[in-house]
């Protein structure tokens, strides 16, 4: 059995341009269909199992399925408009790239969301699974995290791990099965220390520290270098940050340098003017040909 419920969005919302907006719906437990559809699985059901859903755009809402008899809609609604951030707003994002009068594709469109989990947990882990790695490789980790360690929903597909399935695994079983090689002790620290209250990732949601200070927070945690607190702030809301990586660059020398390197600090220099949004404006800048013809 399954039950449908919709949302309706903000005018300034796209679904197209959020499920799209990074990486993230390819890795599991997220699959999007060809025809757009967004499944993932939640922790919202009966007793807090685990729920499978699928989200459709139409014009003005989202439609959802949830896979289940029964369900918690409040709790399933409310996982949802955090994982498509409908509650945020992006007028300041909007004003601050018309008055500069570049990246303007991205107001156009109604883009700037950029697709989250469900809960920051799920996030951390998966932006440690892409350090220093290839894309192929961050696949591999978050698909076998899954496969091992998460729990079924009634349909039989799996949801993220939570901290305490991974805090009951040691070392070994991070290296061996999870191929996670020189992250295998940081998972174990991070899922044992999170189990025990010394982090608390959801806080970061509503942190009232400064940004550099809950960077600084975020870099505490072994694995979590410049690039992954930089892109993990913008899973929570904070786009100040660039995260420069090998992407970046190359698409930054390409279309705003003729093709050379250049050192980082004339990156820096040119999306300055885009103040608290320049992470989300580098972001929106160099994956705009992601969506020709959208």
Request: aromatic letters at 12%; proline letters at 3%; one cysteine or more.
């Amino acid at each position: 059995m399954s039950r449908k419920f919709s949302i309706i969005t903000p005018d300034d919302f796209s679904y197209l341009h959020t499920v799209r907006s990074h990486g993230w719906y390819d890795l599991a437990p997220y699959k999007l269909s060809d025809d757009a559809r967004l499944s993932a699985v939640l922790f919202r059901g009966v007793f807090d199992t685990a729920v499978e859903v699928e989200i459709a755009g139409k014009p003005g809402k989202i439609e959802i399925k949830v896979l289940a008899d029964s369900f918690d809609r409040k709790g399933v609604e409310r996982d949802i408009r955090h994982i498509l951030r409908l509650d945020e707003n992006y007028g300041e994002f909007y004003r601050c790239i018309e008055d500069q009068k570049q990246v303007v594709w991205a107001q156009e469109a109604r883009a700037g969301r950029l697709l989250r989990g469900p809960n920051v947990w799920e996030d951390l882990v998966k932006t440690m699974c892409t350090t220093n790695c290839s894309w192929a490789l961050t696949r591999i980790m978050v698909n076998n995290l899954v496969n091992e360690l998460g729990e079924p929903a009634r349909t039989g597909v799996k949801g993220f791990p939570t901290a305490q399935a991974m805090a009951d695994r040691d070392e070994t079983f991070y290296r061996e099965r999870i191929k996670a090689g020189y992250r295998a002790p940081f998972f174990v620290e991070l899922a044992q220390r999170t189990v025990a209250g010394e982090i608390e990732p959801e806080t970061w949601l509503t942190s009232n520290l400064t940004t550099e200070d809950l960077r600084k927070e975020m870099k505490k945690i072994k694995g979590v270098g410049d690039y992954a607190a930089d892109n993990l702030l913008k899973l929570v809301g904070r786009y100040d940050g660039l995260a420069l990586d090998s992407f970046l660059r190359g698409k930054f020398y390409e279309k705003h340098n003729k093709g050379k390197k250049c050192k980082d600090i004339k990156i820096e220099r040119y999306y300055k003017r885009f103040k608290d949004w320049r992470g989300l404006a580098i972001w929106c800048d160099m994956t705009e040909d992601w969506f020709k013809g959208i």
